[in-house]
């Protein structure tokens, strides 16, 4: 912010969330569909406790 002369920090962020932690351009982070993570051979392990 400061080495760019910008009065606001948020002017400097590369990818800006809402104050809930969203993204408001990709809408992340949102549920995967599983065709998508088995074409990208992602296996996701849930463990009860």
Same mark, same amino acid.
Not at 2 to 28: H, M, W, Y
């Given at each position: 912010?400061? %080495? +760019?002369?910008?009065?606001?920090?948020?002017?400097? @962020?590369?990818?800006? !969330?809402?104050?809930?932690?969203?993204? %408001? +351009?990709?809408?992340?982070?949102?549920?995967?569909? @599983?065709?998508?993570? !088995?074409?990208?051979?992602?296996?996701?392990?849930?463990?009860?406790?």
């Amino acid at each position: 912010m400061i %080495l +760019l002369g910008e009065n606001s920090i948020r002017e400097t @962020i590369a990818f800006p !969330k809402t104050q809930k932690g969203v993204c %408001l +351009l990709t809408d992340a982070p949102s549920e995967v569909e @599983i065709e998508l993570l !088995k074409e990208n051979r992602i296996k996701i392990d849930i463990l009860d406790k």
